[in-house]
Nanobody, 125 residues
């Protein structure tokens, strides 16, 4: 699976941004998909995950109520809608895929087999 993340940019605090992750090589319908982020000098951290059907989603506490993960399997694409952005959301955002035989929602980096190249989100105050 090849993943291509896009949609990052420079925005002001309070703005919205939507990230996209397009997959090729395999259909995503058998994969749990997640977004992680890595701020300068910090470890890569979990942001959100969606099960292969989209029936289960989970978020890290700091983005609950502001971010929404979704997927359109027919388009082989996963999205991360980010609202009310804060300066602390500044990071490189990565999408990741893990083949799952059931409705798994893994949240650890080591659980994922495929990674996109990352897209930079910068939120100014």
């Amino acid at each position: 699976v090849q993943l291509q993340a896009s949609g990052g940019g420079l925005v002001q605090a309070g703005d919205s941004l939507t990230l996209s992750c397009a997959a090729s090589g395999r259909t995503l319908s058998s994969y749990a998909m997640a977004w992680f982020r890595q701020a300068p000098g910090k470890e890569r951290e979990f942001v959100a995950v969606i099960s292969r059907s989209g029936g289960s989603v989970y978020y890290t506490d700091s983005v609950k109520g502001r971010f929404t993960i979704s997927r359109v399997n027919a388009k082989n694409t996963v999205y991360l809608q980010m609202n009310s952005l804060k300066p602390e959301d500044t990071a490189v955002y990565y999408c990741a895929a893990r083949r799952s035989p059931y409705e798994a929602t893994p949240m650890m980096t080591y659980e994922y087999d495929y990674w996109g190249q990352g897209t930079l989100v910068t939120v100014s105050s």
